[in-house]
């Protein structure tokens, strides 16, 4: 009896703090203790909500932020991953490359997107240029430590079977990489949100950032925060999607 | 020690062949500058002090977000932490405002404070809240148990078993934590300032581009990457320093 009690008290009170939080939420705006114009009411965020989504127009926006973020994050895997296992393998290259790595790999990315600007102009060229810029590092970083920490004996089974260098990499390296560069993946895909929303900020693209944005400037805060709980939603849901999806991929390591 | 120069070949390299093609070719442009240009933008920008009252800018509202938004979150993670029914009830509303990403906020933050360092400091401390939170709470966790046994045997009151056992023993990683947390208010100060705020090194940046000046951003940029990388550089070193034989490895925790 009390275990069971124990068992369902977690989620219940858990549950109970957000409503909470709430209900201090509604109480807030109703007795008007912030004014409204900074913060709505629950119930006005959640009618601006049901109303954009309804009339398709934050569907579309929503659309536009996640598709340039999907984007972005994939082709930074991609040259991450590619990259990582090409300076990964080779002792060589590692000593030659990676100390200018580190050194770039903390400079904001947002700050490369004035030299993007510059080089490209305000398009979506340049947004997702600079998603796949910021959204690298940590992928190829990742990839190369992968790489990096192989066991030295499966270097000679490689050499004992013969495999060519692309075979090594297919067969031994990748697999050996892949929860390095799963992790760093998650941490790109924040990155690729946050870039995302800058990027539209600063451009103008179709997307929430942009619709946001726009909204504080128009003195119209349920469209604003129906449009902040709205990429709070893309960033839990990717999030939660691609930590499913590692543990998928990971299953065979656990056993 | 011979200090390994294959990682300065390479970025030296590149700079001298920058250099000479963009001689060859006499290239004017409105969004490249030569090496030597920039290096002297910035030389002229660290004379006249511009590039000291934007870095002041920015690293106020940096540090200060990261007092009041990390300070918040080192608080209420000791406290989850300690309690294990605080930490189950705070995990639903934790795991829905984490997702949220740092630059939706921007807006939000524009309309309530104004342009300055207001808007950017609040966007700062919700970033560095998160880290903190997260990262302090697994700290107390891995807390010998032993030791708060300890404790409760010597009649301790609470308060004393905060000061003298807890945070002592978690201290090497609430370390960690403050040093990545330094790391991401920077960035998002950078960020904050190039999306909106009219201050620091992010809005200089804007400016630089806006105005045609290749050679004074590409400097920025440069300055902002030292900046950042020395503060991380100095930080990992004290790290090491202090900490060297409490963290796991012995080495002070590379990641």
Redesign the interface.
């Given at each position: 009896m009390t275990r069971r009690a124990s068992r369902w008290?977690?989620?219940a009170?858990?549950?109970?703090?957000?409503l909470g939080?709430l209900v201090a939420w509604a109480v807030i705006t109703q007795r008007e203790w912030v004014s409204p114009?900074?913060l709505p009411s629950p119930a006005a965020t959640f009618n601006a909500l049901v109303d954009g989504l309804s009339r398709g127009e934050l569907l579309g926006l929503t659309a536009g932020t996640v598709e340039r973020m999907a984007y972005g994050w994939v082709l930074a895997s991609f040259i991450g991953i590619a990259l990582g296992a090409l300076i990964g393998t080779s002792v060589t290259l590692r000593?030659?490359?990676?100390?200018?790595l580190e050194?770039?790999r903390?400079?904001?990315?947002?700050?490369?997107?004035?030299?993007a600007?510059?080089?490209i102009g305000l398009s979506p060229a340049m947004v997702l240029a600079v998603i796949a810029f910021g959204a690298v590092w940590p992928v190829l970083l990742a990839t190369i430590h992968g790489f990096a920490s192989i066991e030295p004996r499966l270097h000679e089974v490689g050499r004992v079977l013969r495999l060519s260098p692309l075979a090594f990499v297919c067969k031994i390296g990748l697999p050996n990489a892949l929860p390095d560069a799963l992790a760093g993946m998650r941490l790109s895909l924040?990155v690729s949100?946050?870039l995302a929303?800058?990027g539209e900020?600063?451009a103008s693209q179709q997307g929430?950032?942009q619709a946001?944005?726009q909204?504080?400037?128009a003195?119209r805060?349920a469209d604003?925060?129906a449009?902040?709980v709205l990429?709070?939603v893309i960033?839990?849901v990717s999030?939660t999607l691609l930590t499913a999806a590692e543990r998928r991929v990971l299953r065979w390591k656990q056993l | 020690m011979k200090p390994?120069l294959?990682?300065?070949?390479?970025?030296a390299a590149l700079m001298v062949l920058a250099e000479a093609g963009m001689r060859l070719n006499q290239v004017q442009s409105?969004?490249?500058a030569r090496p030597t240009e920039v290096a002297g933008a910035l030389w002229q920008a660290v004379r006249d002090g511009s590039v000291w009252l934007s870095s002041g800018q920015t690293l106020w509202a940096a540090l200060a977000g990261l007092a009041l938004g990390g300070g918040l979150g080192l608080l209420l993670g000791l406290w989850l932490g300690l309690s294990r029914?605080a930490a189950?009830?705070?995990?639903?509303?934790v795991?829905?405002?984490r997702?949220?990403?740092?630059?939706?906020?921007?807006?939000?933050s524009?309309?309530?404070f104004g342009f300055g360092s207001g808007m950017e400091i609040a966007v700062v401390a919700f970033t560095c809240f998160w880290p903190m939170l997260i990262l302090t709470q697994a700290a107390v966790r891995q807390v010998e148990p032993r030791l708060l046994e300890v404790a409760q045997m010597l009649g301790f009151p609470p308060l004393a078993r905060v000061t003298k056992i807890v945070l002592p023993a978690a201290l090497p990683r609430i370390f960690m934590a403050f040093r990545l947390s330094v790391?991401i208010a920077?960035?998002v100060g950078?960020?904050v300032e190039?999306?909106?705020n009219p201050q620091g090194l992010?809005y200089a940046?804007?400016n630089?581009?806006q105005s045609l000046r290749?050679d004074l951003?590409?400097a920025?940029?440069l300055w902002?990457?030292l900046m950042?990388?020395g503060l991380?550089a100095g930080l990992l070193a004290l790290q090491h320093r202090w900490f060297r034989h409490s963290l796991p490895g012995g080495t002070g925790g590379q990641s």
């Open positions: 008290s977690a989620p009170s858990s549950i109970a703090l957000t939080l114009i900074f000593a030659w490359l990676q100390p200018m050194v770039i903390p400079l904001p990315a947002s700050a490369v997107m004035p030299i600007i510059a080089l924040t949100l946050i929303i800058v900020m600063l929430l950032g946001i944005l909204a504080a400037r003195f805060p604003l925060f449009g902040v990429l709070g960033g839990f999030n | 390994d294959r990682g300065l070949a390479v970025p409105d969004a490249l029914r189950q009830a705070s995990t639903l509303s795991e829905l405002l997702p949220v990403p740092s630059v939706a906020l921007i807006p939000l524009m309309l309530v790391g920077l960035v950078v960020t190039i999306a909106a992010g940046l804007m630089a581009q290749p951003m590409f920025l940029v902002i990457g950042g990388w991380s």
